[in-house]
């Protein structure tokens, strides 16, 4: 998050991407490029070099990635631009764990340098299933395609990175037996996003609302990130996941820890770094009884979303008909610091719900009723600061106001910021500015190895308390609702409820 981002163009390098036969390649990754070309932040000097088991050649993939972008682009691609992005883009076949692949990598690798000017700087982009990072990991290592000698050697890991504590533990010393720390960019795609980015701006920019940001003004934190779709295909991957892992350790706990760091001595990597560790080792780790009453786990039936009727999830492919995986998640977390001690952070996650929508809701403390005798409290409105990450970015105060009329009657009314409005749409898959970052080595929206395990550490022992609960009776929701009723439940016993949000 340096000023010189918007100066300059990324080093010249070349991506190369394991997987690149697959999904994200086409729909996020070279789409992504692409805008970073039209913005011109893309070095003259680049090139992609695709690494994946299918059989195809040079030709063939320029081919299918010519056609793959006309459905994924985010504008409308201009034919000359692309034309000469498509000369840039490359192929190998291979098997990740065969050494020999490494052998004509590092060949290819020397021809596209002297071809595309490249100076011998590569990143690497994981986009594998995550069994192969340690293998790829080893193997470049072993071929010496890491070690960096008046060039750089960056590597992306996508998610998930590790499946609990351990794995995730093991992971990194694994990595680190290869790489430095600082050639380690493990990617977070919510921190792409640029409502997230804003978090920082909006608490540490802004003179009005850190005073009141603090367990003195805030009754409670409500975060949601709420999906329609449902498992879409992914089945055999999210059977073996559920929203604890695909969703909670990585993407919520990036939103609760900006959300709720202190300010970091910079925007630098390691001073935001740092200071969301630290807000993520506050947080109360909960025992096996609190498991029981903080956590809800919830999973879909057969229902209906905006009209359309759904599947249980339990009928969707590769997925158990008796699966326990949950689809929903609600937590209730404390703060272990001067911050926030007393303020309960409410989480909640799920698919198949009535809409898409990603917010923060902060919720401002009650005044003190003295002057509002006669008005039940239910009807005081609380003043909410809405953070809305997606979709309709924005940010909106709800305060009371006086309904006009003789007698004083409040009413609760909405101050709206939309980004749209002012700073009109780009075009965007989420991925442009962390490609971007890592060609300029900057890895302040990347997650470093402690943040990635101290996310495990919270969550590991909720899954421990699961497994070793007898089996959930699933489903527990129907598609098209707000999950299962404990999680209502969940805030009523603290007198509080979800913010209503409209589909
Ligand atoms: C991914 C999860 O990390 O994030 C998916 O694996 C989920 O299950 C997706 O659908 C949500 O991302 P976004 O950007 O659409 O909110």
Redesign the pocket.
Known sequence: MTDERLNRPGDPCVMVIFGAAGDLTKRKLIPALYNLVQSNLLPKEFAVVGVARAQMSTDDFRQKMSRDIHEFATSSVDAQLWDSFEKRLYYLSGEFQDPSTYEQLQELLATVDQECGTRGNYLYYLATAPNFFNDIMWQLGTAGLAREEGTWRRVIIE?PFGHDFDSARALNKNISSVLKESQIYRID??LG?ETVQNILVFRFGNGLFEPVWNRRYIDHVQIT?A?S?GVEG?GGY?EGAGALR??VQ??MFQLLALMAMEPPLSFEADAVRDEKSKLLRAIQPLSPEEVLTQTVRGQYGVGTVKGSSVPAYRTESRVAPDSGTETFVALKLMLDNWRWAGVPFYLRTG?ALPS?V?EIAIQFKHVPFLLFRQTPVEQLTPNFLVLRI?PNEGISLQFGAKVPGPSVRMGAVQMDFEYADYFGTQPST?YETLLYDCMIGDATLFQRADNVEIGWSVVTPILDVWKALPPRSFPNYAAGTWGPKEAFDLLERDGRQWRRIDP
């Open positions: 998610k795609h919510y996003k990130v999906e779709v992914r999210y695909d969703m990585n993407h698919k898409r990603t997606q989420g």
